[in-house]
């Protein structure tokens, strides 16, 4: 292993002060030191919070699964009893990222086409994922995407599966961080005949997770404009009483709306979630339609920022609302792209969505496109995909940034080749030039999940032969 020098290295200009102060320590006996599970010394450290703020020669002390201190790794050699120490010397160290919104299952479904606009192709994969699917599709597919997610980095997600109870088992077999979506429908789909079944079936899989250390659950409307009055009302009820957040994709873009005519004109037949849609008028954008109903509060997510008009965005400002972009897979099929407002208090994050749509698992290329597309800086996107994505899911108290006290979820990736010899482009380099091959080690709750790029909670070996199994599979169904 190799040591970092004891002499500290230079403070970069307006770096906080609080963790910059460097010196050398009187030596601590060993028998007054605190015990440490882990000692982590990389070359840079962006801890998210204090924002803005990149910092050099500080290591990161892990005890318990939690950070127990972050400061000047000479002080916390000092200080520490550690039980192993990774000095990673050309490495930025980062929060964990947090992807969320996804449909992990859909790794099955790469390679499928991609037709616009949105509810087209999502119809298309979700038939196909229900006739070929079940518990074995939704079990292989979340293992595969769990492994390609903690390899790029991600520690952390929210899955809307078919089988919210198949997606949660395997999630927690695999020692991941997730948030589970609890589907309702007034139409059938995989997880009940309607509304009330589907209900029923979430209360019963939120008592079995209440107290889950690592797995969460949410509620997850299907789509707004096919869901009664009634049953929306009655969703927030439930919500209310469980103290549960609940996400929707904002399925319709404004401009399509604004094209339905007149009270009477029906929405056109079609197909999204697998539910027929309901043919009734659209009177009003679904964000005015949810404020009415009391469905737009904290705690209440909409997915699908390139969807969400100006007068959208002033609403869920308005009610402390949040918002999730999912920027390649809402170009690739068809959203116009927008500006990616900021709302308050990090209430602003990122996801993949299906794909089958974006391609890859990849919040670093998430993040780099909606930097590109949006015109935000390299700190702001890399805020979006760490504590605004934990702020979002309602876990900003446990991650999403590298602080004591927090969750020890954390991602190191190495940018000896980027061009960091200096704090100010550290950030820059892992935003717009750094890839997932770049991802080294990756740690939940302070267990070593990514060593050395390799996924240490699966046998690579019997994933990899999934996909082309599946692919058979499903080439068969297709064709049927």
Known sequence: M????DHPLPRAPGQASIYCAQHLCTPVP????????????PRWLLPVSPADTVLEAQAVAVAGGRILAVGP????????????????????????????HTRAAHTLLRGLPVRGPRARSLGD???????????????DGMRLAIAEMLRAGITCFADLSPLPAEAARTAAAAQVRALIALPVSDAPTGSGEDATAHLAKAEALWDEYRAHPRIGLYFAPLRESA???????????????LDARIALHLAESPAQREGYAGEDAPEPGGVEDGAPRERRALKRPALERLASLGLLRPGF????????NAGGVQLLERHGASLISCPQAEL????????????????????????????????????????????????EALRLATLGGATVLGLGAQIGSIEPGKAADLTCLDVSGLGCARAGAVADAVVFAATRSQVSDVWTSG??????????????TELSSLPEVWARRLAFEAAA
């Not at 190799?2 to 020098?5: T, V």
């Not at 997510?301 to 969400?308: D, I, K, N, Q, S």
């Open 30 to 41: 060993m028998s007054d030191r605190e015990p440490a599970d882990l000692l982590i010394e």
């Open 227 to 241: 869901l009664s009055d009634a049953t929306l009302t009655r969703l927030r009820r439930v919500a209310d009483e």
């Open 73 to 100: 790794a000479v002080e916390l050699r000092q200080r520490f009893a550690v039980r192993e120490r990774i000095v990673r010397a050309h490495h930025a160290l980062l929060p964990g990222l947090v992807n969320a």
């Open 2 to 5: 190799i040591d970092l020098l």
């Open 301 to 308: 997510t909409a997915v699908g920022a390139l969807e969400c």
């Open 447 to 460: 267990r070593a999940a990514v060593s050395a790029g390799r996924v240490m909670l699966f046998d690579e």
């Open 332 to 379: 690739r099929l068809g959203a116009r792209p927008e500006r990616l407002p900021l709302l308050a208090d990090d209430r602003t994050a990122l996801g993949t969505d299906s794909p089958a749509a974006a391609g890859a698992f990849d919040l670093l290329a998430e993040m780099r496109t909606a930097a590109l597309l949006c015109g935000l800086s390299a700190r």
């Open 125 to 139: 994969w979700v038939g196909l994922e229900r006739r070929a699917g079940g518990a074995d599709f939704v079990r």
